[in-house]
């Protein structure tokens, strides 16, 4: 047996992508960003959390699944509130860890084959089209210890992405951000870094916007919310006209809307209770989209979303106000 390596059977592994990376980075756009990211990674100082960083790809195994979440979480959080998007996936099972040293051999680095664990993060990661972190369905399984370590809402959530990749759609669990972080990530997404940095990857983008979206909705307070309406409807304003595909920007206000009366209907927050405050937010979101030339796609995509996910929204927004039906 070798030395230098040691079996590891029950490890739980974090494997990332940096989406993007090939385009921006050739452009210059993220060379000081993968500094930045060295940094963070340098600075996850536990030793029971091991990292590999090569090229556009992060492995991060420790045998206990709340530290290798954790250490998931932290980088995930850093890397989208700094425009550095990870795609990921996490699981468990065996993992060779070697010693460091053993990966050079002169003028030859050799990175070890990591194993299943590695392989299943691997694939799970594939699966998405979004930037989150996937988790794989066996931690979720009544005799595995890390079933303990997930709360659903609090630190992961299901989500079905609404642009999937074929073959791949349905619901998914995604691991939730930090902590109080969601506001602050949101605030940095928006239709003017959707036309910059994203236009290449722009059904990543809708389906992170959207995810984060439903996040701050479900947390977030009443202040909050309509702070994120206010800013997301000006600057739809500001830069909608630049926008060339309506068809895929009207997802946002699709879920925007569902959301909000989904959070009216369960009442947890308490405070869409009053229908007129929901009809008024709902109405502001409906004007602007008639006033920037989106309502006739937003109708045609509601329609169909209705559809394809046995959802009665168009129905629902109706029932608000009666007379929004000659509005629309």
């Not at 494997?15 to 090939?22: E, H, I, N, S």
């Not at 109080?180 to 239709?191: E, G």
Request: proline share 2%.
């Amino acid at each position: 047996m070798n030395p230098d390596k040691v079996a590891i059977e029950n490890a739980y592994v974090s494997y990332f992508d940096v989406l993007g990376f090939t385009s921006r980075f050739m452009s210059g756009d993220l060379t000081q960003r993968y500094e930045n990211l060295i940094k963070v990674i340098k600075g996850i100082d536990d030793q029971d959390v091991k990292v590999l960083l090569f090229s556009d790809s992060i492995v991060i195994f420790s045998e206990s699944f709340k530290k290798a979440k954790r250490g998931t979480q932290a980088l995930y959080t850093w890397g989208i509130l700094h425009d550095f998007w990870l795609r990921g996936g996490i699981a468990r099972g065996s993992v060779t860890r070697y010693d460091s040293g053993s990966f050079t051999n002169k003028d030859k680095i050799i990175l070890p084959f990591l194993g299943e664990g590695y392989l299943k993060a691997y694939r799970l990661e594939s699966t998405l089209n979004i930037s989150g972190i996937i988790v794989d369905d066996d931690l979720f399984s009544p005799q595995e210890s890390a079933s303990r370590e997930l709360e659903q809402d609090v630190d992961y959530m299901e989500y079905e992405e609404y642009l999937p990749k074929r073959g791949y759609e349905g619901k998914k669990r995604l691991l939730l951000p930090n902590e109080n972080s969601v506001a602050q990530i949101i605030d940095t997404m928006y239709f003017e870094e959707m036309l910059k940095s994203h236009i290449e990857d722009i059904d990543k983008y809708l389906n992170t916007f959207c995810f984060f979206v439903k996040v701050l909705l479900d947390r977030a307070s009443l202040v909050t919310v309509r702070a994120f309406l206010g800013k997301l409807l000006e600057n739809m304003k500001l830069h909608s006209q630049w926008v060339l595909i309506p068809n895929k920007v009207v997802i946002i206000f699709i879920v925007l809307i569902e959301g909000l009366i989904n959070r009216h209907h369960s009442g947890r927050h308490n405070d869409y209770s009053d229908p007129s405050l929901l009809e008024s937010d709902i109405g502001n979101i409906l004007r602007t989209l008639k006033e920037q030339g989106y309502l006739p796609a937003f109708i045609d995509y509601l329609l169909d979303y209705d559809k394809q996910r046995h959802t009665h929204l168009y129905k629902d927004i109706n029932n608000l106000r009666s007379n929004w039906r000659n509005f629309v």
